[in-house]
């Protein structure tokens, strides 16, 4: 007897038991249900923020770019990850003794760590860098005749660019890259020009001319390659 009544009070413990967790389990569904919603409807009241943006415009600052243009787009090859790109600047830099006149384009691919077209990526490129180089008052010798004049230079370095980034999400982005130009770049450059100088009998004669000069100092620019370093900032849509 002492047995069955034992066995019913179990039963009853047990059933009140499993009633209570019941309630419990059903209360933590609900409030997780709740919470569920809750996000959906912030997501929903802000699309823009979780919307993957495949193209982005620009304006990139830095070397060797100095202050240009930037078009970058995400195409779906490996889950949104690689990103063809093209930069073009054409900028004038003037020395004390030179007037440049530099132009720089570049074309390759970012290849980006996460899948939504934004956070860190690692870059490659081909960089093309045009020269327009005058030298102002450059002492000329031809045929034994000596004088000073203007010279004019033109140079290109082509340089593979290697280059780690980061870039941030939105409509409005910002990015930031280092890397390195991989290149030769010349140490001179030969100049025409002409130049001014008295003959022998006092005239003043005008006569064309080459000289060597050494390539002039460019910020970033060396004789192993070209410092990759720019901000950049713009739209993406």
């Known amino acids: 007897m002492k047995n069955l009544i034992l066995l019913i009070i179990c039963v009853f413990v047990t059933q ?22 809750s996000l959906n409807e912030v997501i929903h009241s802000f699309p823009e923020a979780y919307k993957l943006r495949r ?13 240009g243009v930037s078009l970058e787009g995400i195409t779906t090859l490996f889950g949104n990850r690689v990103a063809p790109f093209f930069d073009y600047s054409s ?8 007037d440049i006149n530099l132009k720089y384009s570049e074309f390759g691919s970012n ?31 031809e045929d034994g005749n000596q004088g ?9 370095i082509s340089t593979t ?3 780690l980034g980061i870039k941030t999400g939105g409509k409005i982005y910002f990015r930031l890259e280092l890397g390195y130009g991989i290149g030769s770049i010349p140490n001179s450059l030969e100049v025409t020009g002409e130049f001014t100088y008295e003959d022998s009998d006092g005239l ?12 002039p100092p460019i910020p970033g620019v060396s004789s192993d390659g070209v410092l990759v370093g720019n901000f950049g900032f713009g739209i993406s849509f």
């Open 148 to 156: 000073t004049g203007v010279g004019k230079a033109s140079s290109k």
């Open 55 to 67: 193209v982005s415009m620009g304006i990139k600052l830095g070397i060797p770019i100095i202050a």
């Open 204 to 215: 003043t004669q005008i006569e064309s001319g080459t000289e060597t000069e050494d390539f």
């Open 91 to 98: 900028f004038p830099f003037n020395h004390d003794k030179t």
């Open 16 to 37: 009140i038991y499993g009633q209570e967790l019941d309630k419990v389990i059903f209360e933590q569904s609900s409030e997780q249900i709740q919470e569920l919603d």
């Open 161 to 163: 660019n290697l280059k």
């Open 111 to 141: 290849f980006y760590f996460g899948n939504q077209g934004e956070g860190v990526y690692f870059g490659i490129g081909l960089g093309t860098l045009n020269t327009d180089i005058v030298f102002k008052d450059l002492t000329f010798e």
